[in-house]
Structure formats: structure tokens, C-alpha cells
T-cell receptor, first 110, second 112 residues
Framework: DAKTTQPPSMDCAEGRAANLPCNHS???????VYWYRQIHSQGPQYIIH???NNETNEMASLIITEDRKSSTLILPHATLRDTAVYYC???????????FGQGTELSVKP | NAGVTQTPKFQVLKTGQSMTLQCAQD?????MSWYRQDPGMGLRLIHY???????DQGEVPNGYNVSRSTTEDFPLRLLSAAPSQTSVYFC???????????FGQGTRLTVV
């Protein structure tokens, strides 16, 4: 599975959009981009995933660049409850392993 | 539906003791995994299973055993606990391919 690089921490003002970047320059053609988040002390929570098209659901939007070497998770209107560690994972959509990296610690501030 | 249920939520062991962390899911998921998370660190994969009777090692398998005799249950066994195994343990399950994984609330284990 391709390696990802994320900034260790970010701040965002409440009510503003939070844009979390992820670099995955070695991604292969059959690898998907997944995003999870972990709110303090809880189990991780799935957010969204995509292959090459932009994706949107009730939680977030995922923007993948045309060359697929990077992506951005967008939380359109961040709230204090969005404060969490956000993990970007790149993997094929099969197989038994789901490996987490270090993630980005997002702090949403009033 | 209960989702992914882990028991116990908290446990204190003495060095050398054995115990089993329980994980059960009621979503008929094929895939299940165990992770550990040390303070300030990310999750590290211990063992995983892609179906009943099938298990494999993850990133940090040493000191842990697993088995998968049913689809619903995936217990994690510590045969001889060590202080280095003090951690928070998370169990996860998913349909085939880990498209959307569901996690339990964790077991906080302290080995003294």
C-alpha cells in the first residue's frame, strides 16, 4: 500500500471550512484514498473514500487531484465536535489489512 | 444493532498473567482486526482475519494470539502479559475489503 504524508496538526475556526491535505505521490492505479477520524479516546470512524473522482457525503467532501498524487478532505462547516485526529489511508479495495499512519490532529477553535 | 462490542472496557493485569480480550460484531462482517494504540501514537495492527478460520499477522503480532472460530467473534489472547503491552486495544470489523470499518470503543489494558 502507498505511503501517505499528512501535516501533524492544523487549526480551524469554528464555522469555517477545514481543508486537510494528504500527499500520496506513490499511489498505484488500483489504490483508493480513505479517510477516518478518531475523536479523543474513541474508536476511529470512517468518513469517506474515493478512487479518482471527487466524492461527497453527509460528513465531508474528498477532492483527489487529477494525477492522484494528493487529496484534500474538506469539512465544509467545522464544529467543535470535529476536533479529532484525521487519518488518510491509501490501499487497494480488497485484502485484509487496514494500516493507519500518524494522521493530522485538527483543532477546531471558537 | 450493537455493532462492535469489546469486553472488558478496563483491565489491570500483573506481569506474566494471561487474559483474553473479547470482540464481537453482529453485522455479519467477514473482516475483523485488532489494533493497539499507545499514548500519543497512531493505531498499529496486531492481527487480522478475513473470515472464519483465517487469521494473519499485522504490524506488531508478537505476544498476541488470535483465532476466528465464528464470523461474530475474534478474541485476542495475551499469553504472558508484559508492561510493554499496556495500551488501548481496538477491535474493528468490515465487509470484505475494509470499505467502511466499524470500531469498538476500546479496552484499556494496564500491565503492572
Amino acid at each position: 500500500d502507498a505511503k501517505t504524508t499528512q501535516p501533524p496538526s492544523m487549526d480551524c475556526a469554528e464555522g469555517r471550512a477545514a481543508n486537510l491535505p494528504c500527499n500520496h505521490s506513490t499511489i498505484s492505479g488500483n489504490e483508493y484514498v480513505y479517510w477516518y477520524r478518531q475523536i479523543h479516546s474513541q474508536g476511529p470512524q470512517y468518513i469517506i473514500h474515493g478512487l479518482k473522482n471527487n466524492e461527497t457525503n453527509e460528513m465531508a467532501s474528498l477532492i483527489i487531484t487529477e494525477d492522484r498524487k494528493s487529496s484534500t478532505l474538506i469539512l465544509p462547516h467545522a464544529t467543535l465536535r470535529d476536533t479529532a485526529v484525521y487519518y488518510c489511508i491509501v490501499r487497494v479495495n480488497q485484502g485484509g489489512k487496514l494500516i493507519f499512519g500518524q494522521g493530522t490532529e485538527l483543532s477546531v477553535k471558537p | 444493532n450493537a455493532g462492535v462490542t469489546q469486553t472488558p472496557k478496563f483491565q489491570v493485569l500483573k506481569t506474566g498473567q494471561s487474559m483474553t480480550l473479547q470482540c464481537a460484531q453482529d453485522m455479519n462482517h467477514e473482516y475483523m482486526s485488532w489494533y493497539r494504540q499507545d499514548p500519543g501514537m497512531g493505531l498499529r495492527l496486531i492481527h487480522y482475519s478475513v473470515g472464519a478460520g483465517i487469521t494473519d499477522q499485522g504490524e506488531v503480532p508478537n505476544g498476541y494470539n488470535v483465532s476466528r472460530s465464528t464470523t461474530e467473534d475474534f478474541p485476542l489472547r495475551l499469553l504472558s502479559a508484559a508492561p510493554s503491552q499496556t495500551s488501548v486495544y481496538f477491535c474493528a470489523s468490515s465487509y470484505r475489503g475494509w470499505t467502511e470499518a466499524f470500531f469498538g470503543q476500546g479496552t484499556r489494558l494496564t500491565v503492572v
